[in-house]
Every structure is written in C-alpha cells, then in structure tokens.
C-alpha cells in the first residue's frame, strides 16, 4: 500500500571446505550463500554465492587472518589476546568503533574459550560478541551489531548457528539450516584435494590431503626422475623429508589413476 516501509532479510551461510596455499601459507577456502527477500511491498526472493574467499589462525599469534581473494594482503579479522576496553580488528562501517566491553570464559564443544562482548547496548548485550573458535555474532568477516530500534536502512546481523562436524552451536537453540547452494563441481574439487607446505621448505614438509584420499599412493622424485620417497598415504597429514637442497616433484595417484601433482623446493 502507498506508504509502505519496505524491509531486507537475508538468511547467510559460510563453507569452509577445502584448503590451499597462497604465498607458501595454508589458508582455508570459505563459500559464502545468501538467500535474500525484498518486501516493497510484495516479495522478491533471490538467492547469490560467492568465494573462495581465504582465512587462517595463526596459533603462535592467537590471531585469524583474512584474505577477500588471492592477490589481496593479510587483513587481521581477530585477536584473542585483548584485554577489556582494547579496540576490536574488525569495526563496523557505520556504527560506533568496537570495544572490548567484558570478557568471559565458556565451553565451546566441550572446550574452554574466551568470549568478547563488544556492545555497550544493554537490551543486546547477549547478542553482541566473539568467540574464540567460531568468530563474530554479527558476522564472520564484518561487523554489523544487532542494537536498538534503528531507521534509516541501517543492516544488522545476528547469529543464527554454527557447526563444526556433528557439533553445533546455536544461541537460538535450534538446528542449522544450511542451504545446499555450493555447486557440486567446487565439493568434488574439494573432496580430492590434495598440498604441500611448506614450499619451499627447508628439507622437511608435509602433505594434505582431503578425507577421500586416504590409502592413495604418493611419491616423491627428483628433477632427474629418481623416486626419494613413496609411501601409501594412511591419514590426511603425513610428514616428508627431502634429501638435500635441489626441485623436487610429488604426486598423489590413486586406483591408477593421477589425482594431484606440483613441484617442491628444497633450500
């Protein structure tokens, strides 16, 4: 009817499924899905994926770190190290900056982790925070926190679920509901996949792979074809050693078949 407000919601899901290298570091790969609805009035639903988008803890540091795409640098999404009243790496764009308002220590899938209120709100308190383990409640890579009643256009985000394996964690106490939108040619890409790192390496590295290739073959030889290492893979990391400074190749076959190949420098 004429005068009618209209209002935006949208229901996101993040992936990480698979990993890869980007600058001799191990990333993993997020899948981002939005299914949208615009009431104008009437009802426009429409529905966009996107990635791989890159990120990674780095455990020495404490710290997650973001990559929006390849040839981008670093950006530092969060710090478990802060301490209250410090200013949080990921700020909203249009809100006020972020601080550490409280910290508190709660169970996470059965382990202890430290949890970062950051909204000085009282009626949202709850709904504002980070989680050591998961991330942002209003966002995984952004920062839009629930407040109170605001006009304008103004976005906010709220946590819905998040699940690691058969665990999940849900402040609204109910299943997640996932949309099955990742195409089908990214999960067999993902399933098979298979790196090393790091590379180059100093003479010792280890080799990834995904779930699906366990009990497949992987040799390594050198740049005159001699094979330096072979071996059946039995889990999903296994521990290599490189004879001495030099180009190496490694390749992973399975059922005779090629499945993953790439060449390996030795300092």
Same mark, same amino acid.
């Given at each position: 009817?004429?005068?009618?407000?209209?209002?935006?919601?949208? =229901?996101?899901?993040?992936?990480?499924?698979?990993?890869? &290298?980007?600058?001799?570091?191990?990333?993993?790969?997020?899948?981002?899905?939005?299914?949208?609805?615009?009431?104008?009035? !009437?009802?426009?639903?429409?529905?966009?994926?996107?990635?791989?988008?890159?990120?990674?803890?780095?455990?020495?540091?404490?710290?997650?770190?973001?990559?929006?795409? +390849?040839?981008?640098?670093?950006?530092?999404?969060?710090?478990? %190290?802060?301490?209250?009243?410090?200013? @949080?790496?990921?700020?909203?764009?249009?809100?006020?900056?972020?601080?550490?308002?409280?910290?508190?220590?709660?169970? =996470?899938?059965?382990?202890?982790?430290?949890?970062?209120?950051?909204? $000085?709100?009282?009626?949202?308190? $709850?709904? %504002?925070?980070? &989680?050591?383990?998961?991330?942002?409640?209003? !966002?995984?890579?952004?920062?839009?926190?629930?407040?109170?009643?605001?006009?304008?256009?103004? =976005?906010?985000?709220?946590?819905?679920?998040?699940?690691?394996?058969?665990?999940?964690?849900?402040?609204?106490?109910?299943?997640?509901?996932?949309?099955?939108?990742?195409?089908?040619?990214?999960?067999?890409? $993902? $399933?098979?996949?298979?790196? +090393?790192?790091?590379?180059?390496?100093?003479?010792?590295?280890?080799?990834?792979?995904?779930?699906? @290739?366990?009990?497949? %073959?992987?040799? +390594?030889?050198?740049?005159?074809?001699?094979?330096?290492?072979?071996?059946? =893979?039995?889990?999903?990391?296994?521990?290599?050693?490189?004879?001495?400074?030099?180009?190496?190749?490694?390749?992973?076959?399975?059922?005779?078949?090629?499945?993953?190949?790439?060449? &390996?420098?030795?300092?």
């Amino acid at each position: 009817s004429p005068g009618q407000i209209p209002w935006y919601g949208a =229901l996101e899901q993040y992936i990480i499924r698979g990993d890869t &290298l980007l600058g001799s570091v191990f990333y993993h790969k997020i899948y981002s899905t939005i299914n949208s609805s615009n009431h104008v009035p !009437g009802s426009t639903i429409f529905q966009s994926r996107s990635g791989p988008t890159f990120i990674r803890f780095d455990s020495f540091e404490n710290k997650v770190y973001y990559r929006p795409n +390849v040839d981008s640098t670093d950006r530092l999404l969060y710090d478990f %190290n802060l301490q209250v009243g410090d200013t @949080l790496p990921i700020q909203p764009i249009i809100y006020q900056p972020g601080l550490v308002d409280s910290i508190e220590n709660v169970s =996470l899938f059965g382990i202890s982790v430290k949890k970062f209120y950051t909204s $000085e709100f009282l009626d949202h308190y $709850e709904k %504002n925070y980070i &989680l050591a383990g998961m991330g942002g409640s209003n !966002g995984l890579t952004y920062n839009q926190p629930v407040l109170s009643v605001v006009s304008g256009g103004i =976005l906010m985000t709220r946590l819905v679920c998040f699940q690691s394996g058969d665990s999940i964690y849900s402040p609204t106490n109910s299943d997640c509901p996932f949309l099955e939108t990742i195409s089908t040619k990214n999960v067999v890409r $993902e $399933e098979i996949s298979a790196m +090393v790192s790091p590379n180059p390496t100093q003479g010792v590295f280890t080799l990834f792979v995904s779930e699906k @290739l366990r009990n497949a %073959n992987f040799t +390594v030889t050198d740049c005159l074809g001699r094979k330096v290492q072979s071996g059946v =893979l039995t889990g999903q990391t296994t521990i290599g050693q490189l004879p001495a400074s030099g180009v190496y190749f490694w390749c992973v076959e399975k059922n005779g078949r090629l499945i993953k190949a790439g060449k &390996l420098i030795c300092e």
